[in-house]
């Protein structure tokens, strides 16, 4: 197999057909912390097809500082108004990306405003209210994409495709982590990942996700069962389960993927498949900031394969809109993101009973 000749081809966004618009997706941004004012907003900007026109935020002023940088900002409302209806004729859509536990209301109200959704991950703080999400969607036929990323990164799809024609053969493991200093990254101790009523986790919820996740997008299955340890060791880390957390997760035909996250380790982060045949490997893999770089080896062969370094977020902003534009059902959806979340309670329930979690 020329397996070199494999990775000469790959439309980056095989999903578009429509690549400008007079009419841009109109997006309220729900919650106007950093990531919102140094990812989301500048991703935004950055594309063709959607633009923000309402900040949303419980200080007001934090809401009206921040859409003084933005041309396109039309309103800055409170949490409050928002419930109320304010400025829902200034958008089409809302980014919720408030704390995990305060998911839920924006996206209640937002489906009863007919408002298309496009939730962070993880998609709310447990399994309960995660249902919930779903439930009021459906009753309202809202359309609801939870923002994994990956799903849109051009390295993992062109893995996935790799991993697709058989390039390593059948997958056998998968091994993912994810690890940061979270107090570098957010210099803040009162900050809300560190409060387990507010973030339903720490590790394993806030970036263990990720390898979880783009295990599931690669392989297309669902994980059948769960075992896994977690440890807060930490002072600070004293109001979560876990600063740390390793987990297997079971997924059918014997294939395992091994996952290791961290709050409070050298930041680091790859995704790799090991296969009959050969094996894929992303490192860097999930922070927005790294250039990713995927390599295959097979046979004695080990090549990098090239493609186009992107912004992650311009690129999900961009898909969630073509779909609105082109009236096609976004993925993933809401029933795809409490896969997530039950497989994460499933690691701090293994994690208490020192057992395996059967999920199916």
């Given amino acids: 197999m020329e397996i070199e000749a494999l990775a000469d081809e ?9 690549t400008e618009t007079d009419d841009p997706v109109r997006f309220a ?25 309402v900040l949303v935020s419980g200080d007001r002023e934090k809401a009206a500082d ?3 940088s933005s041309p396109t900002v039309e309103r800055a409302i409170t949490y409050d108004e928002f419930h109320e209806g304010a400025a829902s004729d200034a958008y ?34 447990t399994v309960e209210r995660a249902e919930r ?39 056998v493991f998968i091994n993912g982590n994810m690890t940061e200093r979270i107090l570098e990254l957010v210099p803040d101790p009162d900050q809300w990942r560190l409060d387990g009523e507010l973030s339903g986790g720490c590790a394993v919820m806030d970036i263990g996700l990720y390898p979880l ?15 896994g340890t977690v440890a807060s060791v930490q002072e600070e880390f004293a109001d979560v389960p876990d600063e740390h ?58 090549f990098d394969v090239d493609f186009e370094q992107v912004d992650q977020m311009e690129e999900e902003f961009e898909y969630f809109s073509h779909c609105l534009l082109a009236g096609e059902e976004p993925y993933p959806d809401g029933e795809h993101g409490l896969v997530d979340i039950e497989a994460i309670e499933a690691v701090y329930e293994a994690s208490e009973t020192e057992s395996t979690v059967d999920l199916r």
């Fill in 10 to 18: 790959f439309a980056r966004r095989d999903w578009q057909e429509i």
């Fill in 29 to 53: 941004m729900i919650g106007v912390g950093w990531w919102t004012r140094e990812q989301a907003m500048p991703a935004v900007a950055n594309g063709d097809l959607c633009e923000t026109t």
């Fill in 66 to 68: 921040a859409a003084a």
């Fill in 92 to 125: 089409d859509a809302v980014y919720v990306v408030t704390p995990n536990a305060l998911h839920l209301p924006f996206v209640e109200t937002a489906a009863e405003l007919d408002k298309a959704i496009l939730c962070e991950k993880p998609m709310e703080a």
């Fill in 133 to 171: 999400m779903v439930e009021v969607c459906d009753e309202h036929d809202a359309t609801l994409m939870i923002a994994y990323r990956m799903h849109t990164e051009p390295a993992v799809r062109r893995a996935k495709e790799l991993l697709d024609e058989g390039v390593i053969g059948d997958p």
């Fill in 213 to 227: 996740n783009t295990s599931r997008f690669l392989l297309d299955e669902d994980p059948v069962g769960v075992r």
């Fill in 245 to 302: 957390g390793a987990f297997q997760l079971d997924f059918p035909g014997h294939v395992y993927a091994v996952c290791t996250a961290s709050q409070n380790a050298y930041m680091a982060s790859h995704i790799s498949v090991i296969g009959t045949e050969g094996r894929l490997r992303i490192e860097p893999a999930f922070y927005p900031w790294d250039d990713r770089a995927l390599t295959v080896s097979r046979g004695g062969t080990t």
